[in-house]
């Protein structure tokens, strides 16, 4: 299972978790477009950095925790990422 179908599956069975995981991601995107404009490391080191730190949104918010493996967060946080990557202006080099 991917991120994608993650989402999926919370849209479907648990709408108030799934509408937690989205505000958290929505208020992260305000606050994340703003360090890429003002990022002066490399691309990854700025894909590094928002996965530790969407990671870390999710974790102190303890009903998505207590809702959502840990590994299940890091693929939603994978998908978010590479959504984000698809509409980005930045040239990621692997």
Known sequence: MDGYDIFNDLY???PSLYER???VINNFEEEIEINCL???GTPNELIDY???????RFEKDSFITDSVVHENLIL???HMI???IAHCPMRIVS
Do not use: N
Request: hydrophobic share 35%; glycine share 0%.
């Open 38 to 40: 003002t990022w002066e």
């Open 82 to 84: 590479s959504r984000w």
């Open 21 to 23: 995981i989205v505000k």
């Open 50 to 56: 928002i996965r530790e730190k969407l990671i870390s």
């Open 76 to 78: 939603i946080t994978r």
């Open 12 to 14: 479907r069975q648990s």
